[in-house]
């Protein structure tokens, strides 16, 4: 259940975002939240506040192109 997901999400040392088909994030794991020094809502998360700049415009492409085109989406970035 969603519960038990967000828990095993939380206990995670890396981040987890997820977000709905428009684009917009609509979850983020504790280790997320701590990294970036945001509040506790996730509308408050931009991707270009913690990924690595050279990292960044391949993971737009690919993040647009995946909401554009209705597939899941996964990577791995440096961070700042």
Known sequence: NEQQQRFL???M???V???DSDGSVRYLNQYC???A?????PQDFRFH?????IDYPYFE???IGAIQDGYDFQTE????
Do not use: E
């Open 61 to 63: 492409r690919q993040w």
């Open 13 to 15: 040392p890396l981040m």
């Open 77 to 80: 970035v440096r961070v700042r």
């Open 9 to 11: 999400a939380d206990s």
């Open 37 to 41: 020094g945001i509040g506790s809502k």
């Open 17 to 19: 975002v997820l977000g």
């Open 49 to 53: 506040d913690i990924i690595h700049a």
């Open 33 to 35: 939240f701590t990294y």
